[in-house]
């Protein structure tokens, strides 16, 4: 169903909001009422050259600002997305159906990347060494590298934009945001608050699109670097397009995480971690915790109480003031992906224990939804244990010993994020030791890295070296320059004697 007035959905261009038409476009969607709420430009490369020359022009001038000076911009952006934070995370809620406590939760995240931005002058220092040789010393110093480019994926609409354009503008680059097509009025309005916050013409531009304006993005001869965070095979093509152009390229993959929960875990305390781990934004992050691999007598000891706060799970619409407990999935399209990954699961042989397939609400009846669903008895060579879900859908896969655990978890091809829940320091230690993946949780079903550390993903979670933020997102923004220097003519004696 298309509703009367769609919202606008404009690029924003050398300083300029403009809205585009006789494109192609594609819809956006209310997934909690299943509405058309606004439709998305396809942009090819003649909009995203304006877009790149726009930030390729105001480069001199935006490199040229003191590091101080930037700060500044972004001490203000601080205090304008605090303000507006509600009628973000509501956007976010609207276009993407995360409750609003999940797009709080994950717009925070997002807020501390701008805190983290603020201290750039402390964080763009270089190396000195005075005296390399005799009369030579020696300084490294961290330049911007110049047009940088961010495409970011539906299921983080604040934060993960947020992951990339602060950083990057504050180290002194210019920037290029293609926001997901799913979820693009979230981007556009952070971008509106950059700009009330001071953001000089063309320093960032925004254009919408998919395939042909990332690829025309990939192949345009003045974007230095890229920051992709999507699925793994997209993420792959952006990474080998990227550097085969000559770009430096950091690509954020899918995922499947294992949460390992052995018999001493703590039972209560686990249930409820591994229920958000697995149903928190209905799934629908790279690091949900989507495998409880369980070890001995663990599976008896969790799973009926897990299964029941499966069950007691509330979905329903999110643009609501009585908040459910989940919300729905992003189109009806990977909706019907999710069902018939679990039809599969069960076909193949594994059992569902909590079913939560015919969920839907009476309230909103054409939303995008599934319940929290719960699948026992999942064997590796089964199709659902391979593939990114990315639904409300948690598989348990039986265990003899940790160290079959720990073996089962590193046969992934992805190595994202991992758990383990125990009170051992002994097996704690050997997990965190052994496993292959980025970011290890100690009885933490989601270790989720913050603004200060880097986000580790492995394996196909990943391609690069240098991660998305912290001192990592830093060096990838900038490029090192290390200065000797010596200057002829007299010395002035030594001092230092008497
Ligand atoms: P996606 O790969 O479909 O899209 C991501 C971006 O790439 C979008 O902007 C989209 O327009 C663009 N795109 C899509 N197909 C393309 C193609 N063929 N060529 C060029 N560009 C293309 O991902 P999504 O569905 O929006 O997001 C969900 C995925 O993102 C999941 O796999 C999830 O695990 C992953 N993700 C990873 C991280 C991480 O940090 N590792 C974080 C969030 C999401």
Redesign the pocket.
């Known amino acids: 169903m298309v509703t009367k007035t769609l919202e606008p959905c404009p690029v924003f261009i050398g300083g300029e909001w403009r809205e585009i038409s006789g494109l192609e476009t594609s819809p956006v969607y209310n997934p909690s009422r299943g509405d058309v709420i606004s439709e998305v430009p396809m942009c090819g490369a003649d909009i995203v050259n304006d877009a790149v020359s726009a930030a390729a022009d105001a480069f001199p001038a935006w490199r040229d600002t003191p590091p101080v000076e930037r700060a500044r911009l972004f001490f203000r952006y601080r205090q304008l997305v605090e303000e507006n934070f509600d009628h973000i995370c509501q956007l976010v809620t609207r276009e993407h159906g995360k409750t609003l406590a999940e797009a709080r939760g994950s717009a925070y995240r997002g807020l501390e990347n701008i805190e983290y931005a603020c201290g750039i002058p402390t964080l763009l220092m270089g190396d000195t060494l005075e005296n390399l040789a005799r009369g030579v010393d020696c300084e490294t110093m961290h330049q911007p590298l110049g047009v940088c480019v961010g495409?970011?994926?539906?299921?983080?609409p604040a934060m993960?934009p947020m992951w990339m354009f602060p950083l990057a503008l504050a180290c002194g680059n210019t920037f290029v945001l293609?926001?997901?097509?799913?979820v693009p009025l979230t981007a556009n309005y952070l971008i509106e608050l950059l700009e009330k916050a001071g953001l000089p013409k063309g320093v960032l531009n925004v254009v919408h699109g998919?395939?042909a304006c990332?690829?025309a993005l990939l192949q345009h001869p003045k974007v230095r670097a890229i920051s992709?965070?999507?699925?793994?095979p997209?993420?792959k093509?952006?990474f080998e397009t990227g550097t085969s152009h000559g770009k430096r390229v950091q690509a954020?993959?899918?995922?499947k995480n294992y949460i390992v929960v052995m018999p001493d875990a703590d039972v209560p305390r686990t249930v409820e971690a591994l229920s958000t781990a697995a149903f928190g934004c209905a799934g629908e992050?790279?690091m949900a915790g989507s495998t409880a691999l369980t070890v001995g007598k663990a599976a008896d000891q969790l799973l009926p109480s897990l299964v029941e706060a499966a069950r007691a799970i509330k979905v329903g619409p999110t643009d609501v003031s009585a908040q459910p407990d989940m919300g729905p999935v992003i189109t009806a399209q990977h909706r019907d992906r999710v069902l018939s990954l679990v039809a599969r699961g069960e076909k193949e042989g594994a059992k569902i224990i909590c079913d939560g397939r015919n969920s839907g609400s009476a309230d909103a009846p054409n939303g995008f939804y599934v319940g929290a669903t719960i699948v026992d008895q999942v064997q590796n060579e089964m199709t659902i244990a391979r593939e990114?879900v990315?639904g409300p859908v948690l598989n348990v896969m039986r265990i003899d010993d940790l160290d079959h655990a720990i073996a089962m978890a590193n046969k992934s091809s992805y190595g994202?994020g991992t758990a383990i829940f125990t009170n051992s320091g002994k097996a704690a230690r050997e997990f965190k030791h052994r496993v292959k993946a980025g970011m290890v949780g100690i009885n933490i079903g989601v270790p989720a890295t913050m603004a200060m550390f880097p986000?580790t993903?492995w394996d196909d979670?990943?391609y690069g070296d240098l991660h998305?933020q912290g001192r990592e997102g830093v060096q990838f923004y900038t490029q090192q320059k290390v200065v000797s220097s010596r200057w002829f003519g007299e010395g002035v004696g030594d001092v230092w004697k008497k």
């Open positions: 495409i970011t994926p539906f299921n983080f993960v293609k926001p997901s097509e799913k998919g395939r990332v690829d992709f965070v999507g699925s793994s997209v993420a093509y952006i954020n993959g899918g995922a992050r790279c990114e990315f994202n986000f993903g979670s990943f998305i």
